[in-house]
């Protein structure tokens, strides 16, 4: 059964933690992403990889990191720096990057 | 700055009606558009996609795409309860391009 799954759906977190969120895919696709959604707001992008051991910045890099060390896996670590970390993150890929992208259910952070 | 705007919202139809959501776009390079549906606490969720100019049916859905207006559009048909949730619009560029989502459009579908 082919999918994006993300792990865990809740987190709570004290702040000055870092905190690190699961996103793994068997769908075969070279590219994935991670969103962070605000309530009534859209998608911001934070980071994307195209390929295994690279990634690049969204628009909203800053207090985040990621690593692609296998095509199927692509963690984001939520660091202390990171004003407002407490949000929906969403994790996407895509077979190449341009085409539709497909979803995880998504891990709801809340730090406190 | 590449943008994908969805301004008219929420949106509340009644049971059987059509429901008519529209986005327009900033970026003339924009070659692909996407329309996803988020119910409320989950995940986005793809239901159409279209690259070319003109209608794409599927099902109660109908995806239309006027380049030369900027502006592309998700039509229901006979809406039903279930349809209620919020739409997103997203448009790329052609490979190796990132998406570029609208903030949606909430749709209620009365009883």
């Known amino acids: 059964d082919g999918g994006i799954t993300q792990s865990p759906k809740y987190l709570f977190r004290k702040e000055g933690q870092n905190v690190t969120l699961s996103c793994e895919q068997n769908?075969?696709?070279?590219?994935m992403y991670w969103y962070r959604q605000d309530p009534g707001q859209g998608l911001r992008l934070i980071y994307y990889?195209?390929?295994?051991?690279?990634?690049q910045k969204g628009d909203i890099a800053e207090g985040y990191s990621v690593s692609r060390e296998k095509k199927e896996s692509f963690p984001l670590t939520v660091t202390s720096a990171q004003k407002n970390p407490t949000a929906f993150y969403l994790c996407?890929?895509?077979?190449?990057?341009?085409?539709?992208?497909?979803f995880g259910p998504g891990t709801r952070l809340t730090v406190t | 700055q590449k943008e994908v705007e969805q301004n008219s919202g929420p949106l509340s139809v009644p049971e059987g009606a059509i429901a008519s959501l529209n986005c327009t776009y900033s970026d003339r390079g924009s070659q692909s558009f996407f329309w996803y549906r988020q119910y409320s606490g989950k995940s986005p969720e793809l239901i159409m996609f279209i690259y070319s100019n003109g209608d794409k049916e599927d099902g109660r859905f109908t995806a239309q795409l006027n380049k030369a207006s900027q502006y592309v559009s998700l039509l229901i048909r006979d809406s039903q309860p279930s349809d209620s949730a919020t739409y997103l619009c997203a448009g790329g560029a052609g490979a190796n391009s990132k998406l570029t989502f609208g903030k949606g459009i909430t749709l209620s579908v009365r009883p």
């Open positions: 769908l075969n696709h070279d590219a």
């Open positions: 990889s195209q390929i295994v051991n690279d990634f």
């Open positions: 996407a890929s895509s077979i190449g990057t341009g085409g539709e992208q497909y």
